[in-house]
């Protein structure tokens, strides 16, 4: 396991947008997949996009695409969420993960089990 910490949650307006940070402290990108979840009260987390480190191809779930970006500064061991038109079922609280072994993403990019490492979370809450 490694320290993940995510930061950039707040209340915002809906259409407005939102930049969520996640650091991974002492942990150098190679071949890794980063992820965001989301989680509701009362809903499952789920899947929101992640990255897969060593080229940058990237995920997203059916209700954030074209909406949400996911990105990365390897140098700072640091991945993005930029979320754009949010909406008022976008609120949830935000979690960023990271799979530490030397794999893609691939499609089990959403896969909670793969991940062994994660944030406390960051509130995004977005009202209409």
């Known amino acids: 396991q490694v320290p993940v910490v995510e930061s950039g949650g707040g209340s915002v307006q809906a259409g407005e947008s939102l930049r969520l940070s996640c650091v991974v402290s002492?942990?150098?990108?190679?071949?890794?997949?980063m992820a965001w979840f989301r989680q509701a009260p009362g809903k499952e987390r789920e899947g929101v996009a992640a990255?897969?480190?060593?080229?940058?191809?990237?995920y997203r779930s059916d209700s954030v695409e074209g909406r949400f970006t996911v990105s990365q500064d390897k140098e700072r061991s640091t991945v993005y969420l930029q979320m754009n038109s949010l909406k008022p079922e976008d609120s949830a609280m935000y979690y960023c993960?990271?799979?530490?072994?030397?794999?893609?993403?691939?499609?089990?990019?959403?896969?909670?089990?793969?991940?062994?490492?994660w944030g406390q979370g960051t509130q995004v809450t977005v009202s209409s």
């Open positions: 993960a990271a799979d530490t072994f030397r794999r893609p993403c691939g499609t089990s990019w959403r896969t909670l089990g793969r991940f062994g490492s």
């Open positions: 002492g942990f150098t990108f190679t071949e890794n997949c």
């Open positions: 990255i897969s480190t060593r080229y940058g191809a990237t």
